[in-house]
């Protein structure tokens, strides 16, 4: 896939860091990254994306590489596959703009919906983006939605206050501390936003409807006993470091 001529950032203010942790995602990560940059530049907001290679086997280094090429784009490569969590934490650290997101390389997440949370942040410090039943059902198979089901319920036993997520995630970076998180899995996502209620007495969370789409390429790695098992040890995990504070 080709891309408009080497574009020079202007002088707008850094505002979000898209972090996209990816392994693995040689198929669809610079189609995912094309479509980041060309959404916010269209909504002229100022940003940087900040690659994160989980320790690929396939191209994705290559192809991060060639896409660092251009000054809004940086790569943090971790040297062997070390789960989402390490890549999150990996990409806050790298990250220097007022707000972070995390975008999967998969493309299911049209950074479009992500340039919607952003016009949707005034008041808030972090804005959840919802993906409704009907549509997270059509996109993923019967199997992920079930296995889905199931880790919610585990996690609403052990943490009956958390806030609910199953979307995209965008927060002020300043409320983010990475090296407090424990988590190894995307349930980072849900353990970032717990640990900022619990700390911050008027943490404003705000909700928003977002579309989801098929994978563009690869395959998932969500739907499989292995990853429940690291789901389900990251909620405890998180219940034991609450215990011992």
Known sequence: MSESPL???SERPLSVSVIVP????EACLAETVFEIRSSLTAAGIGFEI???DDGSSD???EISEDLSQRPDTRVHRLEQNSGMGAAMRAGIQAARGEWICFLPADGQFPATELVKLYLKRDGADAIAGEVSVRERAQADDLLRVILSKGLRFS???AHPRMPKFNGILLVRRSLVIPMSLVG???????EILDRIRRTKR?????????????????TSKTANVK?????TSDILRLRKSYWLR
């Open 7 to 9: 574009h020079i950032p």
């Open 22 to 25: 990816s392994y693995n995602e």
């Open 50 to 52: 900040v690659i994160v």
């Open 59 to 61: 191209a994705t280094p």
């Open 155 to 157: 996690m609403r036993l």
């Open 184 to 190: 190894a899995t995307g349930f980072v996502h849900l």
């Open 202 to 218: 008027d943490f404003v969370l705000r909700y928003e409807p977002i579309d989801l789409k098929a994978r563009t390429g690869g």
């Open 227 to 231: 990853t429940i098992l690291a789901v």
